[in-house]
């Protein structure tokens, strides 16, 4: 590594990296409804991996997805078996 730091607990939006979750969020919008956590759901999920020691730079260390798009699927579980 070139001397980057990796902010832990932070979600890509607080990263600075904003090309990614852009692409994160063009692929969220393309699923569909019955199959898309609802909004107070979908920030519910957020808020518990706000506060998760396995979320580093963005990315879960558990399972390396990225939980803004995980937890937008209705059927999707967190590894951790928080949500």
Request: charged share 35%; hydrophobic share 25%; with cysteine.
């Amino acid at each position: 590594m070139s001397g980057e730091r990796f902010c832990r607990r932070c979600f890509l939006i607080e990263s600075g990296r904003e090309d990614t979750l852009k692409s994160i969020k063009e692929h969220i919008e393309k699923i569909p409804p019955r199959e898309k956590s609802g909004g107070e759901e979908y920030n519910r999920r957020l808020a518990v991996c706000s506060g998760c020691e396995s979320l580093v730079g963005g990315v879960c260390l558990k399972c390396g997805c990225y939980p803004e798009f995980r937890a937008a699927f209705i059927r999707q579980k967190c590894p951790c078996k928080k949500w």
